[in-house]
């Protein structure tokens, strides 16, 4: 289409094979600006209608995908899903994480397409009004205008909180888009655990009772719409935020910013009482295994890894229990220290080959085999803005001489100091406890006080510790959060 216009616009000597091109009979002459303008208007006019047959046709196998009725033999050309598109009409059924219908009235997106909500927004009371519906207005915008094309509700204001709660979702369809943006690994019809693509949606329901719903878990989907929204990032024009002096640097996350400078008080996730209710039926049972998928379903990846650990962990300890109550009765007897010894160092070889293999298949399986984390810069980097050189983004760039500057003779000394400080106060307790002693003896009530004291003390310095701890580290400016 931008080919086409640029060459409208042009009309040099290929203007009758242009036009005869783009199939408007007209004749060889020079146009007006008014027949150009309406020549254009013609053309993207086409455009829509072919855009919007080939969604309704999109729509029409997702329907039956909601139902349950695979249809057979469809298969999803990359051209019959717009850039971009906000599948309207498209909506989830059945249980989510919070139905926004119990409470969250009077939001920006009707019941109809919102669905079900996946993440909490929390405003802070003091937010302008001004910046507050500038967020919103990213959150629901256009992606060709720097939005995320997300579902808005806001729940109504009580009287025990006045601050502005939004609780957003997506469409289907833009569910799949962002799934597919993010390299999600699925399995296929075949099996085979691949990258996770929408235009062969129909790939990837291995199972003939296989709904729409099931290709995403519940995980899924508030990852996306977490990292839909950690991507919302600052245009090139857009230097601060609305309402307030809060800079921007081009390609910033505006949703992290504002939750560093305290506009958004609250990001978080929910959690689905009927789910977890069919969760812990199944899970806490002592007789059964543990359902790892399910609690990966729910609650990712990560808390199922921990889980599935704790468990293949807890087998392994049965053959070391036994030979270790075998050792103590053993003993007084014979010399059996250094063979059991041997065996725990083969054990834990073993126990960790072992468990390597396990969490191998189930990154495998799961589809995170493959998957890297590239850190961006904490929102509270500072530095002068330069282009990255792995990403080519502009981002601040901060010498880390200066960096290495604070830690070693800075931030360094101040902890040897610290350390020398509880070093003395422990020792000076000691020494006031033994004088007490020798004065009152060792059953006076007088002999708690140092004990007393110090636990004070503790207190005391933990919260100055904290704080101190934090400043220096702010000083530090280190990059990434996990340097941080």
Request: aromatic share 10%.
């Amino acid at each position: 289409m931008d080919d086409v216009r640029d060459k409208m616009i042009g009309f040099g000597d290929d203007e009758e094979e242009i036009i005869e091109e783009i199939g408007i009979n007209r004749k060889p002459t020079i146009p007006s600006l008014r027949q150009r303008n309406s020549q254009l208007n013609a053309l993207e006019s086409m455009h829509h209608n072919e855009e919007q047959e080939k969604m309704d046709e999109i729509r029409s196998v997702l329907k039956d995908r909601r139902k349950g009725k695979p249809k057979k033999g469809v298969a999803f050309d990359a051209e019959m899903v717009p850039s971009g598109g906000s599948g309207d009409g498209l909506r989830k059924r059945g249980g989510g994480l919070l139905s926004s219908s119990s409470g969250a009235t009077g939001g920006e997106d009707g019941q109809e397409t919102f669905g079900d909500s996946y993440m909490v927004v929390e405003f802070s009371e003091e937010a302008s009004s001004e910046s507050v519906q500038w967020i919103i207005d990213k959150i629901r915008g256009k992606k060709v205008d720097g939005g995320a094309e997300l579902l808005v509700r806001k729940e109504p204001l009580t009287k025990e909180t006045q601050s502005l709660v939004l609780h957003i979702s997506a469409t289907q369809m833009k569910f799949l888009e962002i799934a597919d943006d993010m390299g999600f690994m699925k399995r296929s019809k075949t099996g085979i655990i691949r990258n996770f693509n929408v235009a062969c949606l129909d790939d990837f329901f291995y199972d003939e009772n296989m709904a729409l719903e099931d290709i995403l878990t519940p995980a899924d989907r508030q990852i996306i719409i977490k990292y839909a929204l950690e991507n919302i990032r600052a245009a090139e024009h857009e230097h601060h935020i609305p309402g307030t002096k809060i800079q921007l640097y081009h390609g910033q996350s505006i949703i992290q910013a504002a939750q560093h400078k305290e506009i958004i008080t609250n990001f978080y996730s929910l959690h689905c009482k009927p789910r977890l209710r069919k969760l812990r039926h199944v899970w806490i049972k002592p007789t059964k295994h543990q359902p790892i998928d399910e609690i990966r379903d729910y609650f990712g990846e990560s808390v199922g890894m921990y889980f599935s650990f704790l468990g293949f962990y807890t087998y392994a300890l049965v053959v070391p229990t036994v030979l270790g109550l075998l050792q103590m009765v053993l003993s007084e007897e014979t010399e059996t220290v250094p063979f059991f010894c041997i065996f725990y160092v083969v054990w834990l070889k073993v126990f960790l080959e072992l468990w390597k293999r396990k969490s191998s298949a189930h990154a495998y399986r799961w589809g995170t085999i493959t998957m890297t984390n590239l850190d961006e810069p904490r929102v509270g980097y500072y530095g002068k803005l330069g282009r990255d050189p792995i990403t080519g983004k502009l981002t601040p760039q901060f010498p880390k001489w200066k960096t290495y500057v604070q830690m070693y003779f800075v931030t360094a000394p101040i902890i040897i100091l610290c350390i020398s400080i509880a070093a003395f106060v422990t020792i000076f307790q000691f020494y006031v406890e033994e004088q007490l002693a020798e004065s009152f003896g060792l059953d006076a009530l007088v002999m708690y006080v140092p004990s007393i004291v110090n636990a004070v003390y503790i207190a005391l310095s933990t919260i100055l510790y904290d704080r101190l701890a934090t400043f220096l580290t702010d000083r530090e400016n280190h990059r990434t959060q996990s340097q941080y």
